[in-house]
């Protein structure tokens, strides 16, 4: 076997590790973003710390829901998919083991090994599992990592609530003539962070423009619910 091929399997899991870390990281600059574009909202319309962190509470909790239940959703849909691939492949492997070994060794031939050489490195990984084999070559899938889905929730979950807390403490702790400004700038210098980790863990040549997008985005977001904060504030006193 190449070693290209066998670095595959390696390389797969690597790029599964930071796709969670980017994943995480998108989870935090949401909970930035639309916390910050909440607390900002309310911020512009009153003075008073007691409304506030009450919106500000209500959206960090109902955030961090939404994001652990829309990943819930999603990596329950994923796990089921896989589990039904991992059914259907070890009822192929019962009903038809030589078409299989066949198949197997195909898709070596087709990564450039030759015809003797696929055949005998798929007749020695199905010896040692050839579920496992199967599994690996033909669907990506390695049977010991299969997602969790409350494991994926929980972790949306967390990543949106340390996002949130930058603004939370940033409108709160500060004086109330200092409140906007001190969000603003801490917003946008979060967001620059975030945007430009996740751009790396994405390896995107465009680093500076990915993270242009999501300051550009934030302060939008943040300028737009403070004038309507602002508008409402008025027109209620």
């Known amino acids: 076997m190449s070693q290209h091929t066998m670095a595959e399997p390696h390389a797969q899991k690597s790029g599964d590790k930071l796709n969670k870390l980017r994943a995480g990281v998108l989870g935090a ?20 710390t007691g409304p ?3 919106a500000g509470s209500a ?4 955030g961090a829901l939404s994001m652990a239940l829309g990943e819930y959703v999603s990596v329950s849909s994923q796990k089921d998919s896989e589990e039904a691939l991992i059914e259907k ?16 060794a195909g898709l070596y031939r087709e990564r450039g090994l030759s015809e003797e050489t696929a055949r ?8 040692k599992d050839v579920l496992r084999a199967h599994l690996d070559a033909e669907l990506g899938i390695d049977p010991d990592d299969i997602a969790s889905p409350w494991a994926a929730a ?15 403490l ?13 969000t603003f700038a801490a917003v946008l210098v979060a967001l620059a962070l975030t ?19 999501v300051v550009v985005g934030g302060a939008i977001a943040l300028a737009a619910t403070f004038l309507i904060g602002s508008l409402l504030g008025v027109s209620a006193a």
């Open 52 to 54: 506030i962190l009450v």
């Open 195 to 213: 945007g430009t980790l996740g751009a790396r863990l994405g390896k995107t040549p465009y680093v500076a423009r990915a993270a242009i997008r």
């Open 89 to 104: 492949e070890k009822r192929e492997l019962e009903e038809m083991p030589e078409a299989e070994l066949e198949e197997l």
């Open 170 to 182: 940033a409108i709160l702790l500060p004086p109330p003539e200092w409140r906007i400004p001190i």
């Open 59 to 62: 959206a960090v909790i109902g």
């Open 120 to 127: 005998q490195v798929a007749i020695e990984l199905s010896e």
């Open 29 to 48: 600059n949401d909970g930035i973003v639309s916390v910050a574009a909440t607390v900002v909202g309310v911020a512009g319309a009153t003075v008073s």
């Open 154 to 168: 929980i972790s949306s979950a967390l990543a949106f609530f340390v996002g949130s807390l930058l603004p939370m």
